[in-house]
């Protein structure tokens, strides 16, 4: 069992409030998605595997987090809905968008969640590397596509990115599908870097638009016990998969306890005043230099907007009607 972790105490309740996690049929998103749900949050399950989501929904309903007694479980619970998300296809993540569009009147908070890890090198649908798509330009899309709909929900809105402790080995690379250069490691470093300036060069663009009711964090998570290693025994070696989860439980978190910071990120009062950082144990942590700077940001959002066919309009009131008319193409 992990010595130490970091809890998130706030006992903030969600009544009224709808939250979209994408992958949360499983692991941290999962354990973020039962928390919330016993603060009384509508909670939207975005999946690719409905099977599973369905499976993680009853199991949601049924099973408390572990410390039930705390003051923000008590009352009733929240909703549990379900909508199909595949991060990995654009038409989907824009379906997806334009399902949460239709029928949701309001989205307070949306936690980008979803994540794969060290897969072979794959080219997506849409021409795209598989880590980076899945966990960035899906979510990039996903974001500025539910904007509008969080800016009337607001203010209090939160969008979380959930990164990685990974990304200090990152760099953002010109070719960033590395078609030339992929390695697993290599890929996945980049796309967790790519949250972190995602969220500062998206934080940057809401406050110079006077955007001031939505606020973006990225997270470490910790190092968990999760299906986030599924390809290590095809990447690494055979039975690689097994062996770390083996080798490194007693020092790995739980899910629940993986799932402190975004929840920190998610309720927590005292970072409600806090924009555009990055964090690790329930507080603001430093990132690499990569993601501290605002060129990098600036170049890797406007690289994104070019992969995505999307003017890059410095004005972002504009810029976000452009996006929108993704939807109906
Ligand atoms: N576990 C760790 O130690 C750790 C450390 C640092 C950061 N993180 C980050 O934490 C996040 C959650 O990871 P986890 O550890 O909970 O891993 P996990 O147990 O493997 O869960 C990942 C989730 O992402 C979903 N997903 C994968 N590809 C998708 C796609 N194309 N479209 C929609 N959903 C997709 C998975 O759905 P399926 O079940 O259908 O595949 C699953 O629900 C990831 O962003 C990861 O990078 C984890």
């Not at 309903?61 to 909508?83: A, C, E, H, M, W």
């Not at 330009?137 to 939160?158: D, Y």
């Not at 980049?190 to 406050?207: H, P």
């Not at 999760?226 to 978190?253: D, N, W, Y």
């Amino acid at each position: 069992m992990w010595s130490f972790h970091s809890e998130c105490t706030s006992e903030v309740r969600l009544v009224g409030k709808t939250v979209v996690i994408t992958g949360a049929n499983t692991g941290i998103g999962k354990e973020t998605a039962r928390d919330l749900y016993r603060r009384g949050a509508r909670i939207i399950l975005a999946c690719r595997n409905i099977q599973k989501a369905n499976d993680a929904l009853k199991d949601i309903k049924t099973n408390f987090p572990s410390k039930k007694d705390r003051k923000q479980f008590q009352g009733n619970p929240g909703d549990l809905v379900i909508y199909r998300l595949d991060l990995s296809s654009l038409k989907s993540v824009k379906e997806c968008a334009k399902n949460l569009l239709t029928n949701e009147s309001a989205i307070h908070l949306l936690i980008n969640n979803a994540g794969v890890m060290m897969c072979p090198q794959e080219t997506t649908e849409d021409g795209f590397e598989l880590q980076l798509q899945t966990n960035y330009i899906g979510h990039f899309l996903l974001t500025l596509l539910l904007l509008p709909k969080m800016q009337s929900s607001g203010p209090g809105c939160r969008i979380l990115n959930v990164s990685s402790l990974i990304h200090n080995y990152g760099a953002i690379h010109d070719d960033l599908n590395l078609k030339k250069s992929y390695t697993p490691f290599k890929a996945y470093a980049q796309s967790k870097l790519a949250n972190i300036l995602f969220t500062k060069e998206l934080a940057r663009r809401l406050k110079g638009a006077n955007i001031n009711g939505i606020n973006v964090y990225s997270l470490h998570p910790g190092v968990i016990t999760t299906e986030l290693g599924r390809h290590f025994s095809t990447t690494i070696f055979p039975g690689a998969s097994t062996f770390f989860r083996l080798l490194m439980q007693p020092v790995f978190k739980n899910s629940e306890q993986g799932a402190q910071t975004t929840i920190y990120c998610s309720v927590d009062e005292k970072a409600a005043d806090e924009t555009g950082l990055y964090y690790k144990e329930c507080r603001v942590a430093i990132p690499q230099w990569r993601a501290q700077n605002d060129q990098i940001a600036k170049d890797l959002w406007n690289q994104t907007c070019r992969l995505l066919h999307l003017e890059c309009d410095e004005n972002f009131a504009k810029f976000l009607k452009t996006v929108s008319c993704q939807i109906t193409e």
